[in-house]
């Protein structure tokens, strides 16, 4: 199909493969939809899978409101050997002797939950972090040193989920599950594991299994979407967590011309996040009257017709909802039979 500009105004959750990089992804959504406005919302190296975002048409705008939300992982971690991007797909640099530790169902049960809490991260020499407007990745290619400056991050939650290699019969690996702030490396997570064990060590796999609120359960895979098309389209609200508003249709007149809303006309309503599978129609469960006051600065999404509008922002001083996000068509909300 011929890739143009299309009526299409939505969101999806692919489940990406190992082995394709984003970007792949988006070039094959864009021939699923025939449609050249798409983006994700959140790179994956080629070599993770799991959960990706991916808006379609004037959708695209929300990925600003989407990319800086927590994440979850579970990665594997292998021990003896350092690469130079941190992961297997790079040059092995460095190997060392595995601590008999690594081993230790106490130590290393013990160690994982010592990762909970904040810290500094120093980034991979290959990341898309840019200094002095080049990429991190493009300078190391090119065999450049680029000074990448530690990052606060935060790990809410460590799990250690299994231990392998005991035997020899497969490298010394632990599989780690993650919960963790934005911004925050899993490769040099892995990295600085086996500095502080002493072992050099590098991420042997990695699945992505949350992106803000949205699951591994809420994907499609890339066949599947090529089945069922728009019918995979996710509730933008489920994946904003952002509080909304029904606005009418005189409400709606105003919000195309981009006017400002008296705070006090609206209505804030927000959703609760159970597993999609028990909902009966993602367009309409678990949605209730907020009891939280506007909060100054906060982003509110529009709701008119059963699809997003607009996203306004809250000025407290003058007890206004302004416009930041004008949706002309509206982004569709999802349908309720997957």
Not at 145 to 163: F, H, K, M, Q, S
Request: net charge negative.
């Amino acid at each position: 199909m011929k890739r143009g500009t299309t009526d299409l105004c939505l969101m999806v959750a692919v489940d990406k493969p190992s082995g394709m990089t984003s970007h792949d992804v988006v070039n094959r959504c864009r021939r699923i939809f025939g449609e050249r406005r798409v983006g994700h919302t959140g790179t994956l190296d080629p070599l993770a899978s799991g959960v990706l975002p991916i808006c379609i048409g004037p959708a695209t705008r929300l990925d600003n409101y989407l990319t800086g939300h927590d994440k979850s992982y579970i990665v594997s971690v292998i021990f003896g050997a350092a690469t130079d991007t941190d992961d297997c797909e790079g040059r092995v640099i460095r190997t060392g002797d595995v601590p008999d530790e690594v081993f230790d169902p106490f130590f290393a049960t013990t160690f994982v939950a010592s990762l909970v809490g904040k810290s500094k991260q120093l980034p991979p020499a290959y990341s898309a972090i840019k200094v002095d407007g080049v990429k991190a990745y493009d300078a190391a290619r090119k065999g450049r040193i680029i000074n990448l400056e530690p990052r606060d991050i935060e790990v809410y939650a460590a799990e250690l989920l299994g231990i392998y290699g005991a035997d020899g019969t497969e490298p010394a690996r632990w599989d780690i599950g993650f919960s963790v702030s934005k911004g925050t490396y899993i490769r040099a997570l892995a990295r600085d594991i086996g500095n502080a064990l002493g072992c050099p060590a590098h991420v042997g796999a990695l699945r992505r299994t949350k992106a803000g609120f949205i699951g591994l359960d809420d994907c499609v895979s890339l066949e599947t979407l090529e089945e069922i098309g728009e019918r995979a389209a996710l509730d933008p609200l489920r994946a904003l967590g952002l509080r909304f508003v029904y606005v009418n249709q005189s409400q709606a007149e105003r919000v195309s011309h981009g006017n400002a809303l008296p705070a006090a006309e609206l209505t804030l309503c927000e959703r609760s996040f159970g597993a999609l599978a028990d909902e009966i129609c993602a367009c309409t469960s678990g949605v209730r009257e907020s009891c939280a006051p506007w909060e100054d600065g906060e982003t509110v999404a529009l709701v008119y017709d059963n699809r997003i509008i607009a996203l306004y922002q809250y000025q407290q001083d003058k007890a206004l909802c302004v416009s930041r996000c004008v949706f002309p068509r509206g982004v569709a909300r999802g349908y309720g039979d997957l």
